[in-house]
């Protein structure tokens, strides 16, 4: 089982700064940034593959948002994913949430389908 405890979301004007922080607790292949703007469908924000190392984003976030991991436990078993918002809009405004998936079963880092754990959600509210 894994469990993410997300934090870091709050208010911000536009061209401020956040940093939303994700802790992973248990091993994982994959994990991913979602984000659900009020009435509009979760969309794709950002993904990182554990065993290569590699991170993708959305086109709407390039150059803005970027995944970073740490504190890391020794043995791997605990980890933190933080997602570092730069440059926000007020389209950046939404409930952001982290997930995690393991297994080989993989759709790709932008399909909800490649994630079996999901945190609680934290919201980043942008003002113009």
């Known amino acids: 089982q894994v469990q993410l405890v997300e934090s870091g979301g709050g208010s911000v004007q536009a061209g401020g700064s956040l940093t939303l922080s994700c802790e992973v607790f248990?091993?994982?292949?994959?994990l991913g940034w979602f984000r659900q703007a009020p009435g509009k469908e979760r969309e794709w924000v950002a993904g990182h593959y554990n065993v290569t190392g590699a991170t993708y984003y959305a086109d709407s976030v390039k150059g803005r948002f970027a995944i970073s991991l740490g504190n890391a436990s020794l043995d791997n078993a605990k980890n933190t994913m933080y997602l570092q918002l730069n440059n926000l809009k007020s389209a950046d405004t939404a409930m952001y949430y982290c997930a995690a998936g393991r297994g080989t079963i993989d759709y790709g880092l932008e399909s909800s389908k490649s994630y079996n754990f999901w945190g609680q959600g934290t919201r980043v509210t942008v003002s113009s």
């Open positions: 248990g091993y994982t292949a994959r």
